[in-house]
């Protein structure tokens, strides 16, 4: 085993705790962290301010945990528990979240640039002032989640599901919207031949499902 692997930790109780770090971050403060929180039951993890890029966190359970400022570009949290967890401003660009919940979570102030987000469940989550150009929202759970000044330029959308949405977004001719269903509040601001529209109502429906969209805008 590398100097920079932990194996996966088992930990009995009423629900498996997941405490694995595949691959640890070259940062050493990170490092220690992470080593420290993989080998205790009881303890919540804390990156806030620290630089965990390219850690390999694949299925642990980071619920409730403390990600204020990180810094987790490149990081693969594949399959990760992320309930109600704390990512105020973390950097995510390119970071791979793939079916993880981040039910409840709050992401406000955060880079989620060219991330991917394939059949993540962002239920109820909050988002505000978050930029996500580029990332990839395929299948992902949006149900009840709070949008508030998101950029989606060049997101993609295919696919994923809205059931009262806030939404107050930034589209643009390269985001993906086919297949996306459900219903949402709000508007969106919409980039297109160098023109900036500002859409609700009917004509935010019409613009969305005239590209493959089922939605339904809400008064």
Known sequence: MSKNTVGVIELSGIRDVRRSVRVMPSNPDAAAELQSWSGQ????????????????????????GLFTGSRLTDAVL?????????????????????????????????????????EADLGSADLADVDARSASFRSARL???????????????????????????????????????????????????????????????SWLNNRGASVRVLN
Do not use: P
Not at 41 to 64: I, K
Not at 143 to 155: K, Q
């Open 78 to 118: 594949v399959g990760v528990d992320l309930y109600r967890a704390h990512l105020e401003h973390a950097v995510l660009d390119r970071a791979d979240l793939s079916r993880a919940s981040l039910v409840k979570a709050v992401l406000d102030g955060a880079s989620m640039q060219g991330a991917l987000l394939f």
């Open 41 to 64: 039951a009881d303890t919540t993890l804390d990156l806030s301010g620290l630089d965990a890029s390219v850690v390999d966190l694949t299925n642990a359970d980071l619920a409730m």
């Open 143 to 205: 149900h009840g989640a709070s949008l508030l000044y998101v950029r989606l330029e060049g997101a993609d959308l295919t696919s994923a599901s809205v059931q009262e949405t806030s939404f107050d977004v930034i589209l643009d001719e390269r985001t993906v919207v086919n297949g996306l269903v459900g219903t949402v509040y709000g508007s969106a601001q919409v980039h297109e031949a160098g023109e900036r529209h500002m859409l609700a109502g009917s004509a935010l429906e």
